[in-house]
């Protein structure tokens, strides 16, 4: 699968940045395959176009929403905590090279960067549309959820447990806190409710007290 989904990824990138841009789009797909990775994936970029693709409607530029896709998690490192910067800072580097217009490389750098947080002002379309989509896969099926939780465990399998659980319960926490997960109208009546329960039931086996007896218990 994943040869074919690496072509589909390139031909994609090929579209939206021409034939001379292919080089930069090989190396966008081989960051996404980088081994440490279990997550933030070529799957996850994929499923992250397809999304777009839906919420096309709802984007002011859905050129810069799309290469702000691609650079989104282009650096990638687990315990990094300026991801999203130097994957910023990557897009404003490569795309005016490929003769991308600048309105269009700030918007998608300010995409991205955006993705830190999660937090698009509400007339942010742009901004809305790209983030709603990095966060569908919170609305997953309950074998999608699993495997999409399991793969973020792998990826901080350097963590001890007790860490990690604290630490996912607040980025879960938090996420829940927030009045919408997600900002366009097509995503909130899609996702919303699957996400907030998929939200809830993980953030109750991260805090749950294990049984007596069982690792981890006092």
């Not at 994943?2 to 021409?18: F, N, Y």
């Not at 789009?25 to 933030?40: I, K, S, T």
């Not at 350097?158 to 607040?170: E, I, K, M, Q, T």
């Not at 909130?188 to 409710?193: G, H, L, N, T």
Request: with cysteine.
């Amino acid at each position: 699968m994943g040869m074919s989904l690496d072509a589909d990824l390139l031909d994609r990138w090929t579209k939206l940045a021409g034939p001379q841009a292919r080089a930069v789009g090989e190396d966008l797909v081989r960051r996404y395959r980088e081994p440490h990775r279990r997550y933030h994936t070529a799957e996850h970029l994929a499923a992250m176009l397809a999304v777009i693709d839906d919420l096309a409607a709802d984007a002011e530029d859905l050129d810069a929403v799309r290469y702000a896709a691609f650079f989104h998690d282009a650096v990638y490192a687990v315990d990094g905590t300026d991801n999203e910067e130097a994957s910023a800072r990557l897009a404003e580097t490569a795309l005016p090279a490929l003769g991308v217009g600048a309105d269009t490389v700030a918007e998608a750098a300010r995409l991205v960067r955006l993705t830190g947080g999660h937090h698009p002002d509400p007339s942010d379309r742009n901004g809305a549309v790209l983030c709603d989509a990095d966060l569908a896969i919170l609305a997953a099926d309950a074998a999608a959820y699993a495997a999409y939780t399991a793969a973020v465990r792998a990826e901080y399998a350097h963590v001890p447990d007790p860490l990690f659980r604290s630490g996912r319960a607040a980025v879960l926490a938090a996420l829940a806190g927030q009045p919408a997960l997600f900002r366009t109208p097509t995503a909130r009546a899609r996702y919303e409710s699957a996400a907030r329960a998929n939200l809830a039931a993980e953030l109750a086996t991260l805090t749950a007290e294990p049984p007596a007896g069982a690792p981890g218990a006092e």
